[in-house]
């Protein structure tokens, strides 16, 4: 699960809008939102947060998704 409003706040706090994180991944604005919500995985989103170091702990853990799948 997604932690959108950790992501949010962590966002904030590196001044880092949702159009920096979808210019960055290549990707339109609404993805990043729908990404947030967590409505869509986009691994291009995901990976451009963890490169910027956001705690992958907000994060979906694919290992995770994998043992509950």
């Given at each position: 699960m997604v932690h959108e409003q950790k992501i949010?706040?962590?966002?904030?706090?590196?001044g880092i809008r949702v159009q920096d994180v979808a210019n960055g991944a290549g990707v339109h604005h609404s993805y990043v939102?729908?990404?947030?919500?967590?409505r869509k995985k986009a691994p291009a989103v995901r990976a451009w947060f963890v490169g910027r170091g956001c705690p992958?702990?907000?994060?979906?853990?694919?290992?995770?998704?994998?043992r509950d799948a």
């Open positions: 949010r706040v962590w966002m904030l706090k590196k939102s729908h990404f947030l919500a967590g992958a702990k907000f994060l979906d853990s694919e290992k995770k998704e994998a």
